[in-house]
């Protein structure tokens, strides 16, 4: 591959415009590759969706230096986890404040340590055919499952701080970032479109509704977004504790909003509150998912609790975790719910709701 300063591309007639994403290179240097390279990180939209193939593309970042820690070093001393997302394998990947990590959820064993630029992560996602998403504080990385190797990275966000990732119907990866909302095609690596003038600014917590439609949780409301168009279709801004933190929607096609002050169920459809569960008003919201059977997990920042969501009745609670700031839950994966703290990684039996801290994860490591 030859290279070539910015100077020397515009002597040779290149446009700054179709340079673009040529900066995930070395910065101050650009590179010139192969034409099915070129498309591959072109800056305009496609006329038609991508077709998506079980195939990951060329890499579009030099290879990154060696990071990958023995499983018993320490990587400084936030042990956060901030995100959990199990794969289409049967693996569950954490995001924490030390990196990211791939392990066996049924053992805890830690399967691989993922060399990435930067260990702070704030989202994960995997798109639809098993590339994980990763949103750091610096920006936002792919990563190829089966080589552990990082493809994709420094995209145009509206910010780097990425703080929720989610896959739409049609395959797209939307990036809720402190300064608004963009639109990635993952098989191509390509921008699509950002949505600045969010109401609220900063994308929290991100959701699909029953009609495929996205929800965002911003720092003022919940705003629905047309995943076509890209455009705010609808608001609601009267959320008690107005900061929405976690959202989850249920089988029944109700959303639920984590918020400041508590829990809600929301009518997608009217844009309406339909309530607000009584038994966790005044809670800090950080986390919700529902497992298999339809109970609600719902992680505050003093507890975590599990909800029947037809009545709003806490049917239980988990002691002995790191810690009682829940970041992320992973219901029914391995057999377990996997829990993020403020302070480690745990998990739960899903039968004896009996909770293990995972001590690789952990400050408390023995």
Do not use: C
């Amino acid at each position: 591959m030859r290279r070539f300063n910015l100077s020397s591309l515009i002597s040779l007639g290149i446009a700054a415009s179709s340079i673009g994403l040529l900066s995930l290179l070395i910065p101050g240097r650009f590179a010139i590759a192969s034409p099915g390279f070129s498309k591959a990180i072109a800056q305009s939209a496609p006329q038609k969706p991508p077709t998506y193939v079980p195939v990951a593309p060329p890499p579009l970042a030099p290879p990154l230096p060696t990071q990958r820690q023995p499983q018993d070093e320490r990587i400084g001393e936030d042990y956060r986890v901030s995100a959990l997302q199990p794969d289409y394998q049967g693996h569950l990947w954490v995001g924490s404040w030390q990196g990211l990590a791939k392990i066996n959820p049924n053992t805890g064993k830690i399967l691989s340590r993922i060399a990435i630029p930067n260990r702070t992560i704030g989202a994960l996602a995997q798109d639809k055919v098993g590339r994980i998403w990763v949103g750091t504080y610096e920006g936002l990385l792919r990563v190829d499952p089966r080589t552990n190797e990082v493809t994709a990275q420094n995209f145009l966000l509206p910010s780097n701080r990425v703080l929720s990732l989610l896959i739409d119907q049609r395959g797209y990866l939307w990036v809720g970032t402190d300064q608004g909302l963009a639109l990635i095609s993952p098989d191509q690596g390509l921008l699509m479109t950002t949505l600045k003038n969010l109401p609220g600014v900063s994308a929290n917590a991100l959701s699909l509704d029953a009609d495929g439609q996205l929800w965002v949780g911003t720092l003022e409301s919940l705003v629905q977004v047309d995943t076509s168009s890209a455009l705010v279709t609808n608001q609601i801004s009267e959320i008690p504790g107005g900061v929405v933190q976690a959202l989850t929607l249920d089988s029944r096609g109700s959303l639920w909003v984590g918020t400041l002050d508590g829990l809600l169920e929301v009518n997608p459809k009217a844009a309406q509150i339909k309530r607000s569960v009584t038994q966790l008003q005044g809670r800090n919201i950080l986390s919700a998912r529902f497992d298999k059977v339809g109970s609600m997990w719902v992680g505050t920042n003093n507890g975590l609790f599990r909800l029947n969501p037809y009545n709003g009745a806490i049917v239980g609670q988990v002691g002995s975790l790191p810690s009682s700031q829940i970041l992320a839950v992973s219901p029914d994966t391995g057999n377990k719910l996997w829990v993020g703290t403020s302070d480690g990684l745990a998990w739960v039996s899903m039968s004896s709701y009996q909770s293990q801290p995972h001590f690789t994860f952990s400050r408390s490591n023995p």
